[in-house]
C-alpha cells in the first residue's frame, strides 16, 4: 500500500479557493479525491487516471474543481474554486497502484490506499 497524506484544507468564505495536496509515497495508476460530510456517507469528487491523464468529477464539482499531479513530487492536487457552504468535509486521497484501463471512477472499492483526510469548512 501506498501511504498519503493530504493537505491544504481550511477554513474560506463562499466564493473562495482551497488547493489540496496529496503527496503519495510512491507511483500509483490511480488517484482520487473523495470527501465526508458530517452525518453522509464518503463520495467520490474527483479522480486521475495518471498514465492515460484521463480524469473524472463529481457533478457537484464539475467546473469548479480540477485535479492534477505534479509527476517529479509525486503529488496529485484538487484545486476548489467558488466553492458553496455544501462543499464542507473531510476530503480524503486514494489511490490505487494497479491499472485496469484507461480511465477511473469515483468507487471507493477501486483504491487500496487511503489517506487521513484534511478538513475543508466553507463558511461566512
Known amino acids: 500500500q501506498l501511504q498519503l497524506v493530504e493537505s491544504g484544507g481550511g477554513l474560506v468564505q463562499p466564493g473562495g479557493s482551497l488547493r489540496l495536496s496529496c503527496a503519495a509515497s510512491?507511483?500509483?495508476?490511480?488517484i482520487g479525491w473523495f470527501r465526508q460530510a458530517p452525518g453522509k456517507e464518503r463520495e467520490g469528487v474527483s479522480c486521475?487516471?495518471?498514465?492515460?491523464?484521463?480524469?473524472n468529477y463529481a457533478d457537484s464539482v464539475k467546473g469548479r474543481f480540477t485535479i492534477s499531479r505534479d509527476n517529479a513530487k509525486n503529488t496529485v492536487y484538487l484545486q476548489m474554486n467558488n466553492l458553496e457552504p455544501e462543499d464542507t468535509a473531510l476530503y480524503y486521497c486514494?489511490?490505487?497502484?494497479?491499472?485496469?484501463?484507461?480511465?477511473?471512477?469515483?468507487?471507493?472499492?477501486?483504491?487500496?490506499?487511503w489517506g487521513q483526510g484534511t478538513q475543508v469548512t466553507v463558511s461566512s
Open positions: 510512491g507511483d500509483s495508476a490511480k
Open positions: 486514494a489511490a490505487r497502484r494497479t491499472s485496469y484501463g484507461s480511465a477511473c471512477y469515483l468507487v471507493e472499492a477501486n483504491y487500496d490506499s
Open positions: 486521475l487516471s495518471v498514465r492515460a491523464g484521463r480524469t
